[in-house]
């Protein structure tokens, strides 16, 4: 079956700009993670949503970053007015449960010129 | 809170040497998954480890629970070019409002002289 997907593969912008990232999960799996990782570094939790409940947000570093889960599949995460930092891969996985093997996508590259 | 440290950062060996990364927490774990990153790709999970003292073998991979459930270890014996990437541990943490989310360590990045 299809994979985790994300949407765009790459991403340019601009200094302040808004972006819109999208994660597609597998088919069935409850729960879904975003996470960031710059060049070289370690995956960085941003935030876990599992079924219906509240989503954890506690690892969004800054109130420009949002994100949705619609009808408990396909995500989307914001970030308002991008600054430079933010450049970094945007990983999403999607597992079965809490504590299932996570599967990850492919990664939405973000640059911030 | 709950720290996961990785060791080393960096490992280069020789092709044919063999290779052992560890991960250590600072509080008792439930479980330990383990993920591979290759270069340019994203991590694809490797091992769940639950049991204290277990270990598991995927052919020259040996993956360790510590007795204690604290640390882990993930042995790469004979390495190949293939073996190249990095490898991160994952371990769950339970937060203060009873949701669960996924820590990873800081990643081992391994690269093979071939």
């Known amino acids: 079956g299809a994979g985790v997907s994300q949407s765009p593969s790459n991403k340019v912008t601009e200094k302040g700009k808004d972006v819109e990232l999208r994660c597609d999960p597998i088919?069935?799996?409850?729960?879904l993670y975003w996470y960031r990782q710059s060049l070289g570094q370690g995956l960085e939790f941003l935030i876990y949503f599992q079924g219906n409940s509240a989503p954890d947000k506690s690892g969004l570093p800054s109130d420009r970053f949002s994100a949705e889960r619609t009808g408990g599949s396909v995500s989307t995460l914001t970030i308002q007015r991008t600054q430079q930092e933010d450049s970094a891969v945007y990983l999403c996985?999607?597992?079965?449960?809490?504590?299932?093997?996570?599967?990850f996508g492919p990664g939405t590259r973000l640059t911030v010129l | 809170g709950q720290q996961v440290m990785q060791i080393p950062q960096y490992q280069h060996v020789q092709e044919g040497e063999d290779f052992t990364t560890y991960c250590n927490s600072s509080?008792?774990?439930?479980?330990i998954q383990w993920y591979k990153q290759r270069p340019g790709g994203h991590p694809v999970f490797l091992i769940q480890?639950?049991?204290?003292?277990e270990v598991k073998k995927q052919k020259r991979l040996t993956f360790q629970f510590g007795e204690a459930k604290k640390n882990s270890s993930l042995h790469i014996t004979a390495t190949q070019t293939t073996d190249v990437g990095t490898y991160f541990c994952a371990v769950i943490h339970i937060t203060t409002s009873g949701t669960y989310k996924y820590i990873f360590g800081t990643g081992t990045r391994l690269k093979v002289l071939a």
């Open positions: 996985a999607s597992s079965l449960g809490d504590v299932n093997t996570q599967y």
């Open positions: 509080t008792t774990l439930s479980n």
């Open positions: 088919s069935g799996h409850t729960a």
């Open positions: 480890l639950v049991k204290s003292g």
